[in-house]
């Protein structure tokens, strides 16, 4: 391996946690296109604000772990974790800052123009709004309201992570002014922080937020108090979380050994409204034990997910886009036999475009059919009432051998896991619970069928969630077939699962933990191996994320023995295009658009014998290290083509695609004489086109002229 | 199409299996699901003889979801075999008793030659093993508690060997001193090497094999990669050599890509590839052939064929008769007079077909008696009957049960003995098979009294069975005085068993 040495420096490969940062910016950057209707842009402008809370909760408390156990080892861009909390709080300055002028001087304007306003400071009410809002206050708000103040007996109380809080400075009615105490209030998180108020015109819809409803009142609060100032604050600890998965397994033995000196609990970020009083920040600043550097100053409201709701808004219609309908799949007939359809040939599923539909009627159906043996089906995140746990639990009833394995270890879903995982034990389905060190993150459905020829399984593979509404709202590709080998290979995933030995040969998935990495690396280096032979060869792969250090190091040794390759990666890309022989012949593309981008196609040349292959997993560490992942080829020849077909899209898209420069930023490409191409538009529209026009039953026969031909 | 589904549970002394099969005439066997558990029996069998309750525990757990998977596919049937893992062991009727009442499956304990006839049965079904075997090629079956080696030559079974070599039992006892020792390979190669040893010297020396085929679990990971012959799928010798050299237990990292094995911590595997080296470096054949057939094949075969769902292409029968004559040849017993012997006693089995009730099988059985009758003498004159009789009981015949080899010796012993009462053999057979032993010990008695002398001084032997008479017709050469003599006091015994008197008819021929 000494060709591959080079490729590991650490100048090649950017830092994840900078890079997802640059994700998120994107993201922003949709909020701030002036093509997309407002309301959309709000939600673009919310979802970077829960994206940045989710991030410092998981990745940024993970870093300050590792600072206090004095862990230096270098990431692989060569970073100590110091570096990186550095690098990542002022990039998070940047992103909040520019969070903020959009909100401020271009979505608020745009909504007054449209006769919306959200109020945030509640001195901005006329006496009519003021009236209502109190009213509001005493009879909702009031009630539930658990003012706290601090003094020599009442030390500080414990401030919830993520909660807001409205702090106020108070002095004794008829005490010494100078004596001045602290009152802390958390606002409360049951109300909904968006009161709609009446307006001053007619037509115009007037909100204000909980907190300037709170803060307006808060003399109420404290009877015997003057009330010097109040101001809200929010807060961000390190405690719920334990170290994220995605670090290595030494980091994992040095924190333990230092477990006492990991300080739980600690405030990694305090929020606070720009104007905040020098008094209130330092009083905030010494009892929670902030550091200068993570403390953020606001110019608006704290906690900008508050925008979603607006998204919401009745009679908005015009300011979001036409809610767009999954299609139905042109090969699968809804109502008819799923599995006949199946036998016919293998069938490729495009969600959102495509309805989600079929692998809901695939188990229900499965679950009513006496012929169905066993179904065998992963779980990862599930919708609250999800049809797919009701048919399981029918099909458990009926007497079929139902096994589902379900993952609890999926990141905020714990508890919604554990409550429909014990449903279905009542219902007599045998419920595995993920296993020891490992998260299944794989999607993999199988249906046990006997039939007059024998036993024959059917298989959903996907890379999605079995989760009917993400569904609709993540691109994902998913494959039904009742290929042997492939049904040979799912009943040994789900024999290993169960905790059986590993079978002794796969045919055709390919598994990580254990074979995955493997798997990929023979494939880029055999691209390398066809171009070096000065055979054509390229790799297209799409995928969520990257940042496998190993794999990216095979793709520039790929790329300096000239294989093209053409990346679709929407969030974190470690990799770095454009540098002089390692990454000259590597595009690298973003798309992010108004379905979440979370397909993953891998597709190689292989010297003409072009292998395409679909799965669960990202090239990133934890998807090839601690993860059951499975990777699935696509073989039958026509949806080969349409996966093709959908990469070749994806990559000319010139709408929603962001574009790697050499200098790690990523821009819009320049749409100047050229078609425009969007291709999460293209292909809604494709779908459309796909199925036949909905025939007017009641009409009983129609003469179509024929058209004349241009 | 009529689709039998089967279930066939083994359980090993490293691991239990369940494979569900799908039986029929046209795709003949198709495997279905294949589950494979850990429970490492043999930790207690081979230590203390007796297993431990945690273990049975374990394994009933096992076998209760075995259960509920054979009922998830609606199995027609099943079987379930266990071996070296629960044979011989102090509590074995209480783990059985257990198992049943816990998981409703009844396990019947294989002796081991049963067992390897089953692992065997898997092979005879292929057709590229008829044609290895038409030449010469040995079978090594690699198991946990123990191996066994069976020498084919000219498309028959000549000899098998049970040697208690096994991947588990060798790195048990090894795993006191694992740690201590350097290189762990060696010390391994050292215990195969002394029982290796013996058995070439006894067997192999001077005769070439040209096939060497082998089953076990690991072997199939082993030998991942290795390019096969297009032909039949073999390997040569060197090649396969090659690669098994490279398994050795402290390889690095980039070994342990290149040797591609799915769990490189297995303890076992260290083991098993020694183990197959040696074997294969001692028989030294041309070709290594790895079928990849296991014992669960097997037990599906076997099931198949005695339901006749399937036939199989090789004649099993033959095998037993070839190697009882290699047995006795070894034993320096097979003669003349043991062919005369044969044609005798056959003709006065199918003449009485009518009246003794006994089966096919037992045909074959008085055939296997007769080949083996004289071989104790090897060892003492005065004592040959017993002598023979342990000589069969500690031999093992391929393809015969081991109830089956009782019957055999048993009727060799009572054809120089007399017979001893029901009583006396109740603890080895039930009364069935004390009547077949009594029968066919009849039978050999009076055929071996026509031969006497042992000069084969008759041929063209008729027997016809006329009311109570047994009519056995012989063209003499000589006189048969001394024959005649001695008939009367075997006759009154054959007398005595079917209620047929035994004559003898002379036509004596003059050249």
Redesign the interface.
Known sequence: MEKGKDFYKSEYYENRELSWLKFNARVLNEGRDKSIPLLERLKFVSITSSNLDEFFMVRVASLKDMVHAGYKKKDIAGMTPAEQLAAINKDTRELADLQYSTYNRSLLPLLKNKNIRILDAHEDLSKEQGEYVDKYFEENVYPVLTPMAVDASRPFPLIRNKTLNIAALLTKKDGNAKEQEFATVQVPSVLSRLIQIPGKKEKEQVFILLEQVIERNIHQLFLNYDVICAYPYRIMRNADLTIDEDEAEDLLKEIQKQLKKRQWGEVIRLEVEEKIDKRLLDILKEDLHVASDDIFKIPGPLDLTFLMKMYGLEGCDDLRYKPFKPQQVPKIVPGEDIFAQIRKGDILLHHPYQTFDPVVDFIRQASLDPDV??IKQTLYRVSGNSPIIASLAQAAENG??VSVLVELKARFDEENNIVWAKKLEKAGC?VIYGLVGLKTHSKIALV?R?E????RRYVHLGNGNYNDSTAKLYTDCGMFTCSEAIGEDA??VF?MLS???????WNKLVVAP??LR?KFLKLIRREAEYARQGKKAFIKAKMNSLCDRDIIAALYEASAAGVKIDLVVRGICCLKVGIEGVSEEITVRSIVGNFLEHSRIFYFHNDGQEEIYMGSADWMPRNLDRRVEILFPVENEALMEQVKHIMKVQLEDNVKAHVLQKNGIYDKIDKRGKKLVNSQEYFCQEAKRANPKEVNVYQERVFIPAETEE | MAITTFGAIYIGSYEVSLKIFELSQRKQLRTVDHIRSRVELGKDVFASRSIGYELVEELCLILKEFRKIMDGYRVDDYQAYASVALRHVSNELFVLDQIWLRTKIRVQILSNSERRFIGYKALAFRPEFEEMIKESAALVDVGGGSMQITLFRKGKAVTTQHIELGIMRIKERLSEIEAMVAHYEKQIQEMVDKELGSFKHLYLSGKDTKYIILLGDYIGDITKGVERKKEDGTIEQERFLKKLKKFRKKSGEEELQELDISNEDDPLMIPSAVLYKRTVEEINAEYVWIPGADISDGIAYDYAQDHKILKPEHNFEEDILSAAKALAERYQSFSKHTEALLETSLAIFDAMKNVHGLTKRSRLLLQAAVILHDCGKYVSLVNQADCSYQIIMASEIIGMTHLEREIVACAVKYNANPLVSYEELADKMNQDSYMAVAKLAAILKIANALDRSHKQKFKNVKATLKDRQLLITVEAKESLVLERGLFSVYADAFERIFSVKPCIREKRMFQ
């Open positions: 043996l066993a079929k051998q045998h046990v006997r007059e020829d024998g036993i009943t040994a024999n905790g059986y030995s590993e079978p002794l040969s254990l074979w493997n």
